[in-house]
Protein backbone atom coordinates (compact mmCIF):
# COMPACT_ATOMS: atom_id res chain seq x y z
CA UNK A 1 0.00 0.00 0.00
CA UNK A 2 0.86 3.55 -0.31
CA UNK A 3 -0.03 6.95 0.72
CA UNK A 4 1.27 10.96 -0.43
CA UNK A 5 0.98 13.46 2.43
CA UNK A 6 0.80 16.86 1.49
CA UNK A 7 1.21 19.40 3.84
CA UNK A 8 -0.44 22.58 4.19
CA UNK A 9 -3.54 22.67 1.54
CA UNK A 10 -2.17 26.15 0.55
CA UNK A 11 0.80 28.24 0.67
CA UNK A 12 1.50 31.79 0.45
CA UNK A 13 4.91 33.24 -0.90
CA UNK A 14 5.64 36.83 -1.79
CA UNK A 15 7.19 37.30 -5.35
CA UNK A 16 10.96 36.60 -5.52
CA UNK A 17 11.03 34.25 -2.07
CA UNK A 18 11.40 30.38 -1.91
CA UNK A 19 9.00 28.08 -2.54
CA UNK A 20 8.42 24.86 -0.67
CA UNK A 21 6.00 22.46 -1.07
CA UNK A 22 6.12 19.53 1.47
CA UNK A 23 5.46 15.94 0.00
CA UNK A 24 5.44 13.13 2.66
CA UNK A 25 4.95 9.13 1.05
CA UNK A 26 4.88 5.75 2.07
CA UNK A 27 5.28 2.69 0.23
CA UNK A 28 6.38 -0.77 0.83
CA UNK A 29 8.68 -0.58 -1.91
CA UNK A 30 11.69 1.66 -3.59
CA UNK A 31 8.65 4.35 -5.43
CA UNK A 32 8.34 6.70 -8.16
CA UNK A 33 7.99 9.93 -7.43
CA UNK A 34 5.34 12.72 -9.41
CA UNK A 35 4.93 16.49 -8.98
CA UNK A 36 2.35 17.71 -11.21
CA UNK A 37 1.18 21.48 -11.75
CA UNK A 38 -2.36 21.86 -12.41
CA UNK A 39 -2.95 26.61 -13.84
CA UNK A 40 -6.77 27.37 -13.56
CA UNK A 41 -9.02 25.63 -15.76
CA UNK A 42 -6.41 23.28 -17.06
CA UNK A 43 -5.44 19.73 -17.16
CA UNK A 44 -2.12 18.25 -14.94
CA UNK A 45 0.95 18.81 -16.68
CA UNK A 46 4.04 16.91 -15.12
CA UNK A 47 6.66 19.09 -13.53
CA UNK A 48 9.24 16.71 -12.58
CA UNK A 49 9.83 12.67 -11.27
CA UNK A 50 12.14 10.93 -9.44
CA UNK A 51 12.59 7.26 -10.84
CA UNK A 52 15.75 5.73 -8.63
CA UNK A 53 18.30 7.70 -10.84
CA UNK A 54 19.81 11.11 -9.51
CA UNK A 55 18.02 11.78 -6.05
CA UNK A 56 18.01 16.01 -6.60
CA UNK A 57 15.38 16.47 -9.74
CA UNK A 58 15.26 19.23 -11.77
CA UNK A 59 11.92 19.86 -13.74
CA UNK A 60 10.47 22.81 -16.17
CA UNK A 61 9.97 26.40 -14.58
CA UNK A 62 13.58 26.05 -12.37
CA UNK A 63 11.71 24.01 -10.20
CA UNK A 64 13.66 21.00 -8.19
CA UNK A 65 13.12 18.26 -5.42
CA UNK A 66 14.82 16.32 -3.53
CA UNK A 67 14.74 12.75 -2.76
CA UNK A 68 15.04 11.81 0.74
CA UNK A 69 14.47 8.00 1.49
CA UNK A 70 15.23 8.24 5.54
CA UNK A 71 12.28 10.85 5.66
CA UNK A 72 10.17 9.20 3.28
CA UNK A 73 9.84 12.65 1.78
CA UNK A 74 10.13 14.42 -1.73
CA UNK A 75 9.67 18.20 -1.23
CA UNK A 76 9.25 20.82 -4.00
CA UNK A 77 11.25 23.57 -4.58
CA UNK A 78 12.15 26.83 -6.44
CA UNK A 79 14.35 30.07 -5.49
CA UNK A 80 12.25 32.64 -6.36
CA UNK A 81 8.91 32.62 -6.87
CA UNK A 82 7.22 34.02 -10.06
CA UNK A 83 3.69 35.38 -10.30
CA UNK A 84 3.52 32.89 -13.09
CA UNK A 85 3.90 29.68 -10.63
CA UNK A 86 0.76 30.06 -8.97
CA UNK A 87 -1.39 27.09 -9.29
CA UNK A 88 -2.38 23.91 -7.82
CA UNK A 89 0.39 21.37 -7.44
CA UNK A 90 -0.03 17.61 -6.85
CA UNK A 91 2.48 15.06 -5.67
CA UNK A 92 1.95 11.44 -6.10
CA UNK A 93 3.90 8.13 -5.95
CA UNK A 94 3.49 4.70 -7.71
CA UNK A 95 4.95 1.19 -7.14
CA UNK A 96 7.40 0.65 -9.80
CA UNK A 97 6.13 -2.99 -10.15
CA UNK A 98 2.46 -2.63 -10.63
CA UNK A 99 1.25 -3.94 -13.21
CA UNK A 100 -1.22 -0.89 -13.86
CA UNK A 101 0.96 2.03 -12.57
CA UNK A 102 -1.90 3.64 -11.07
CA UNK A 103 0.01 6.32 -8.94
CA UNK A 104 -1.51 7.60 -5.61
CA UNK A 105 -2.29 11.57 -5.46
CA UNK A 106 -1.33 13.74 -2.59
CA UNK A 107 -4.79 16.23 -2.11
CA UNK A 108 -2.74 18.83 -3.78
CA UNK A 109 -1.46 22.43 -2.45
CA UNK A 110 -2.67 25.97 -4.07
CA UNK A 111 0.59 27.94 -4.50
CA UNK A 112 -0.28 31.52 -3.66
CA UNK A 113 2.19 34.33 -5.15
CA UNK A 114 1.76 37.80 -3.68
CA UNK A 115 3.15 40.80 -5.51
CA UNK B 1 0.78 15.72 -31.96
CA UNK B 2 -2.17 16.30 -30.10
CA UNK B 3 -1.37 14.63 -26.93
CA UNK B 4 -4.90 13.74 -25.30
CA UNK B 5 -8.01 15.05 -26.20
CA UNK B 6 -10.77 15.23 -24.56
CA UNK B 7 -14.63 16.32 -25.68
CA UNK B 8 -16.73 17.85 -24.77
CA UNK B 9 -14.62 20.79 -22.44
CA UNK B 10 -18.00 22.02 -20.55
CA UNK B 11 -21.14 20.36 -20.32
CA UNK B 12 -24.24 21.10 -18.30
CA UNK B 13 -26.95 17.96 -17.72
CA UNK B 14 -30.08 17.50 -16.31
CA UNK B 15 -31.07 14.78 -13.84
CA UNK B 16 -31.43 11.36 -15.57
CA UNK B 17 -29.34 12.44 -18.60
CA UNK B 18 -27.01 10.44 -19.91
CA UNK B 19 -24.14 11.47 -21.79
CA UNK B 20 -20.18 10.09 -22.99
CA UNK B 21 -17.14 12.28 -21.95
CA UNK B 22 -14.38 11.38 -25.70
CA UNK B 23 -11.23 10.71 -24.69
CA UNK B 24 -8.67 10.59 -27.77
CA UNK B 25 -4.25 10.00 -27.60
CA UNK B 26 -2.52 9.71 -30.53
CA UNK B 27 0.71 8.99 -28.72
CA UNK B 28 0.04 4.83 -28.87
CA UNK B 29 0.33 4.21 -25.10
CA UNK B 30 -1.57 1.10 -23.77
CA UNK B 31 -2.67 2.52 -20.45
CA UNK B 32 -5.75 4.98 -20.14
CA UNK B 33 -7.43 6.06 -16.93
CA UNK B 34 -10.58 8.80 -15.83
CA UNK B 35 -10.09 10.59 -13.03
CA UNK B 36 -12.68 13.17 -11.26
CA UNK B 37 -11.89 16.07 -9.45
CA UNK B 38 -13.20 18.09 -6.95
CA UNK B 39 -12.61 20.89 -5.04
CA UNK B 40 -9.95 19.90 -2.34
CA UNK B 41 -10.23 15.68 -2.32
CA UNK B 42 -7.19 15.61 -5.20
CA UNK B 43 -8.37 13.11 -7.82
CA UNK B 44 -10.25 10.09 -7.10
CA UNK B 45 -10.21 6.82 -10.31
CA UNK B 46 -12.91 5.92 -12.08
CA UNK B 47 -12.07 3.70 -14.52
CA UNK B 48 -8.74 2.35 -16.11
CA UNK B 49 -7.55 0.32 -18.96
CA UNK B 50 -3.74 -1.56 -19.55
CA UNK B 51 -4.76 -2.04 -23.34
CA UNK B 52 -7.80 -2.54 -25.93
CA UNK B 53 -10.45 -4.57 -24.83
CA UNK B 54 -9.38 -4.73 -21.67
CA UNK B 55 -10.83 -2.24 -18.70
CA UNK B 56 -10.93 -2.32 -14.66
CA UNK B 57 -12.44 -0.48 -11.87
CA UNK B 58 -11.02 2.35 -9.90
CA UNK B 59 -11.98 3.72 -6.67
CA UNK B 60 -15.22 5.31 -7.65
CA UNK B 61 -16.91 3.48 -10.62
CA UNK B 62 -20.30 3.70 -9.90
CA UNK B 63 -22.56 5.21 -12.63
CA UNK B 64 -20.00 4.91 -14.71
CA UNK B 65 -19.07 2.75 -17.93
CA UNK B 66 -16.06 2.78 -19.92
CA UNK B 67 -15.35 0.77 -23.51
CA UNK B 68 -12.04 0.28 -25.17
CA UNK B 69 -12.43 -1.28 -28.92
CA UNK B 70 -9.15 0.56 -30.12
CA UNK B 71 -6.30 2.01 -28.53
CA UNK B 72 -6.70 5.79 -29.03
CA UNK B 73 -10.02 6.03 -27.81
CA UNK B 74 -11.54 5.48 -23.99
CA UNK B 75 -14.91 6.74 -23.82
CA UNK B 76 -16.72 7.22 -20.01
CA UNK B 77 -20.43 6.70 -19.94
CA UNK B 78 -22.63 8.36 -17.54
CA UNK B 79 -25.80 6.91 -17.66
CA UNK B 80 -29.01 8.16 -15.26
CA UNK B 81 -27.01 11.31 -13.95
CA UNK B 82 -26.88 12.77 -10.52
CA UNK B 83 -25.75 15.94 -8.82
CA UNK B 84 -23.41 14.38 -7.15
CA UNK B 85 -21.74 13.59 -10.46
CA UNK B 86 -21.10 17.13 -11.20
CA UNK B 87 -17.14 17.29 -11.41
CA UNK B 88 -14.06 17.69 -13.38
CA UNK B 89 -13.38 14.97 -15.36
CA UNK B 90 -9.82 14.05 -16.85
CA UNK B 91 -8.45 11.27 -19.24
CA UNK B 92 -4.65 10.54 -18.92
CA UNK B 93 -2.71 7.92 -20.81
CA UNK B 94 0.78 6.53 -20.03
CA UNK B 95 3.16 4.36 -22.75
CA UNK B 96 4.05 1.09 -21.52
CA UNK B 97 5.89 1.81 -17.96
CA UNK B 98 4.99 3.86 -15.27
CA UNK B 99 8.28 5.64 -15.07
CA UNK B 100 6.87 8.29 -17.17
CA UNK B 101 4.33 9.95 -15.43
CA UNK B 102 0.64 10.91 -16.94
CA UNK B 103 -0.46 12.84 -19.70
CA UNK B 104 -3.80 14.63 -19.29
CA UNK B 105 -6.31 15.63 -21.29
CA UNK B 106 -7.57 19.32 -20.61
CA UNK B 107 -10.39 17.97 -18.73
CA UNK B 108 -14.28 18.10 -19.51
CA UNK B 109 -16.34 20.20 -16.43
CA UNK B 110 -19.75 18.63 -16.12
CA UNK B 111 -22.38 20.05 -14.15
CA UNK B 112 -25.96 18.22 -13.11
CA UNK B 113 -29.16 20.22 -12.00
Known amino acids: AQSVTQLGSHVSVSEGALVLLRCNYS??????LFWYVQYPNQGLQLLLK??????LVKGINGFEAEFKKSETSFHLTKPSAHMSDAAEYFC?????????????FGRGTSLIVHP | NAGVTQTPKFRILKIGQSMTLQCTQD?????MYWYRQDPGMGLKLIYY???????DKGEVPNGYNVSRSTTEDFPLRLELAAPSQTSVYFC????????????FGSGTRLTVV
Open chain 2, 49 to 55: SVGAGIT
Open chain 1, 50 to 55: YTSAAT
Open chain 2, 27 to 31: MNHNY
Open chain 1, 92 to 104: AVSDPGGGSYIPT
Open chain 2, 92 to 103: ASLPDSGEYGYT
Open chain 1, 27 to 32: SSVPPY
